[in-house]
């Protein structure tokens, strides 16, 4: 079974109000996903598509592609604002379900917790049930849930990710990058998650920087800066060995978060990126089934 392959806008640099260097125009952004050879996108950060997800829609099926996936981040540890995390998750949801996506992306934030501080056993059961609360709206409105383990989220380490892992029935994303930085080999994560994972983002990766972002020694945009993430191929994880483990039934989605300091000439950058590492995935690809039959 051939998995199902999809682009994201982050690969393009796009994370709003031009924090990493230069947000490049999302009309230049899709037309070079679907160039390079993609027929789903992630919706991306909030500001990328309109905010009217039928809009959204129309705007996607202009360049031929479809939403397959949208994140939210909330903090809903503290109990002064787990209602208003709820709040967020649906309208989100609403959002997703009108551009046509299946699976809604979460990153639980620390809220009052400084970097690196942890939660305390209350903290953590508030976190688990919140999510499974998460996990019950998500159900009830006909999307998936994919908790995203990420530096500065609630769910960065490889500590966090067993603990939530054992307390919470979430369904999960499988970031290889991510959760490699945070310590995780990510063939044992998808021996621990099994069928929870519900959505993989393929992603290489600096992986001594990486481990260096999650434990704070270094933040998450200068660790960009430095170009922690690079295309499939060109850093240090065994995707050879990871390819036979991954299910092949969620959404694969390539990317490589980057800054842009300059606009690319066309056809470079981050195109030249994507294509990349769409080429290595599609020639792992090729050689798994090959050696399968």
Same mark, same amino acid.
């Given at each position: 079974m051939e998995p199902r392959l999809a682009a994201s806008p982050i690969t393009w640099g796009f994370v709003g109000k031009n924090r990493w260097g230069i947000d490049l125009p999302r009309e230049r952004i899709l037309s070079e996903i679907a160039e390079v050879g993609f027929n789903a996108t992630e919706a991306g950060v909030p500001g990328f598509l309109p905010e009217d997800g039928d809009e959204a829609r129309v705007l996607l099926e202009k360049y031929g592609l479809r939403a397959v996936s949208g994140p939210v981040s909330f903090v809903i540890h503290e109990e002064e604002s787990h209602n208003e995390a709820l709040n967020s998750v649906e309208a989100a949801g609403q959002r997703l379900l009108a551009m046509g996506g299946e699976v809604l992306i979460t990153v639980p934030k620390p809220g009052g917790l400084q970097p690196g501080e942890r939660l305390g056993d209350d903290g953590w059961k508030r976190l688990s049930e919140g999510l499974d609360a998460v996990e019950e709206l998500c159900r009830s409105m006909g /999307? #998936?849930?994919? /908790?995203?383990?990420? #530096?500065? =989220? /609630? #769910? %960065?380490?490889? %500590?966090? @990710?067993?603990?939530? @892992? %054992? =307390?919470s029935s979430c369904g999960w994303c499988l970031d290889t990058a991510h959760i490699a930085s945070g310590d995780l080999d990510p063939n044992d994560f998808i021996r621990m998650a099994g069928n929870r994972i519900v959505l993989i983002h393929m992603k290489d990766l600096n992986l001594d920087l990486g481990r260096k972002m999650v434990r704070h020694e270094i933040g998450f945009d200068a660790a960009i800066e430095k170009r922690v993430f690079v295309p499939l191929g060109d850093g240090d994880l065994d995707l050879v060995g990871m390819l036979p483990l991954l299910p092949r039934e969620p959404w694969w989605v390539l990317e490589q978060d980057q800054g842009v300091t300059e606009f690319p000439e066309v056809g470079s950058g981050p195109m030249a990126d994507a294509a990349t590492s769409l080429d290595v995935l599609q020639g792992l690809l090729g050689s798994s089934d090959a050696e399968e039959s």
């Open positions: /999307l #998936v849930q994919a /908790l995203h383990p990420h #530096v500065g =989220s /609630l #769910v %960065e380490t490889k %500590e966090d @990710m067993q603990r939530i @892992m %054992e =307390s």
